[in-house]
């Protein structure tokens, strides 16, 4: 016996950690969370995979491949499994009594894969194109519907805009006339402003020839 080997005898247990109970229990003070810092404050938690705020690992690797949490709703069945199942009307139940799918699937499709070479007849029960014919083929059969080509659709029919074409032909021809209307308003009332500034000029000239008189009367008197 040496120290490294020594351990408690089984089936003791070990004391559990009081911790914050003095210093005398080697736990004290803080209470085993060191000095200061988020980890030693109440409420300083972090969730787990937190890496200090850098884009953690999970977030880093790329995402490979889909699990669908379906996918073990629906069992699939071999050609060959049938062939070992005694009941010849065979459904979801019957197939859970013998084994072949688990009880916890809601549904089960049968598959090409194995022989069958006996008269089965299934019911509620989905079948892959070719499982149907080898079940056909056997003197089976199955009321799984046919599964049947989806419609194609037709293209949406676009109405004619051939009138609108023709008044916005109309409304562009009519643009270029109204233009002209509105340039020759402008030129008129620029005409008008011009004759109206050159009265004002001169009505201002000839107040100006008149002062002079009266200066006129100024130098006589001197």
Not at 97 to 107: C, H, I, N
Not at 118 to 147: F, H
Not at 163 to 182: I, T
């Amino acid at each position: 016996m040496e120290l490294n080997t020594l351990k408690p005898a089984p089936g003791s247990k070990h004391v559990r950690k009081r911790v914050a109970r003095g210093i005398g229990s080697g736990t004290g003070k803080t209470g085993g969370r060191g000095h200061k810092g988020q980890r030693a404050r109440s409420g300083g938690f972090h969730k787990v995979g937190f890496e200090g705020g850098q884009m953690p690992l999970q977030r880093r690797l790329p995402k490979r491949g889909f699990n669908s949490p379906t996918r073990e709703d629906t069992a699939e069945v071999l050609l060959s499994d049938l062939e070992g199942v005694k009941a010849e009307t065979i459904d979801l139940a019957v197939l859970k009594e013998a084994g072949v799918v688990p009880g916890s699937a809601k549904r089960a499709k049968v598959i090409v894969s194995g022989k069958l070479t006996r008269k089965v007849t299934l019911t509620g029960v989905a079948v892959s194109k070719g499982a149907r014919a080898a079940i056909e083929a056997a003197g089976g059969s199955t009321d799984a519907p046919i599964p049947q080509p989806k419609p194609k659709r037709e293209p949406k029919a676009v109405p004619a805009s051939q009138p609108q074409a023709e008044v916005q032909s109309g409304k562009g021809e009519a643009r270029p006339e109204k233009r002209a209307g509105d340039a020759k308003a402008a030129r008129e009332s620029r005409g008008e402003r011009g004759a109206k500034d050159k009265g004002e000029r001169k009505d201002k000239r000839e107040a100006k020839e008149i002062r002079p008189g009266a200066d006129s009367k100024k130098g006589g008197k001197a």
